[in-house]
């Protein structure tokens, strides 16, 4: 059964830091990896998708890696700044029409 | 261009009362997706339909959950009886594809309380 952590479960940062939010994945056999930002109170948007056949992706002051291999993947943020504050949850695709969330990890980033 | 609109945002019911929750896909997107958010569970999927078709719910806890497509605009979730805990967000998500792995887009969920 396929299962999604994320560490830490929080974090609080000064603004201007780069940070790194960790997921991992218990089964390597995943189609895709997402990366989703959640807001207080808000759905879900999407981040960043990378395909089992990519190693990163990026887009603005984000950058996601994956490495299938070990079930690992990071979520690199660069300058980070407090409109960055929110809950992020990564998610796998592994067939059967199911993605598996993980808990998030809920940033706060300091002015 | 509206994103899924999902309505009521937030809903208070006692115990045993029926709950029915709406959902209106982006237009275009033929996939539609049920999700139930809590602390304990995090994000679960209830219900993946395609076309309006029913695909997967495997994830519907039990009988009193039951979900429609009627058509390619509109979705509901009901909850007959409801229970306490059923209290959760629920969110419903839209997107193009077929294959479950699609990107999805969320609505803004509706927050049920059960008392």
């Known amino acids: 059964k396929q299962e999604v952590t994320q560490i830490p479960a929080a974090l609080s940062v000064p603004e201007g830091e780069n940070l790194v939010l960790n997921c991992s994945f218990t089964?390597?056999?995943?189609?895709?990896l997402q990366w989703f930002r959640q807001d207080p109170g808000k759905g879900l948007t999407s981040l960043l998708l990378?395909?089992?056949?990519?190693r990163e992706q990026t887009s603005g002051r984000l950058n996601a890696s994956l490495d299938k291999s070990s079930g690992r993947s990071t979520l690199y943020i660069a300058a980070s700044q407090p409109g960055d504050s929110a809950t992020y949850l990564c998610?796998?695709?592994?067939?059967?029409?199911?993605?598996?969330f993980g808990a998030g990890t809920r940033l706060f980033v300091k002015a | 261009d509206a994103g899924v609109i999902q309505s009521p945002r937030h809903e208070v019911t006692e115990m045993g009362q029926e709950v029915t929750l709406r959902c209106k896909p982006i237009?275009?997107?033929?996939?539609l997706f049920w999700y139930r958010q809590t602390m304990m569970r995090g994000l679960e999927l209830l219900i993946y339909?395609?076309?309006?078709?029913?695909?997967?719910d495997s994830g519907m806890p039990e009988d009193r959950f039951s979900a429609k497509m009627p058509n390619a605009s509109f979705s509901t979730l009901k909850i007959q009886p409801s229970e306490p805990r059923d209290s959760a967000v629920y969110f419903c998500?839209?997107?193009?594809?077929?294959?479950?792995?699609?990107?999805?887009?969320f609505g803004p969920g509706t927050r049920l309380l059960v008392l």
């Open positions: 237009s275009g997107h033929n996939s």
């Open positions: 998500a839209s997107g193009l594809g077929s294959s479950g792995q699609e990107t999805q887009y």
């Open positions: 990378i395909q089992s056949s990519q």
């Open positions: 998610a796998v695709y592994a067939g059967g029409f199911k993605t598996i």
């Open positions: 089964d390597s056999a995943i189609y895709n």
């Open positions: 339909f395609n076309n309006n078709v029913p695909i997967d």
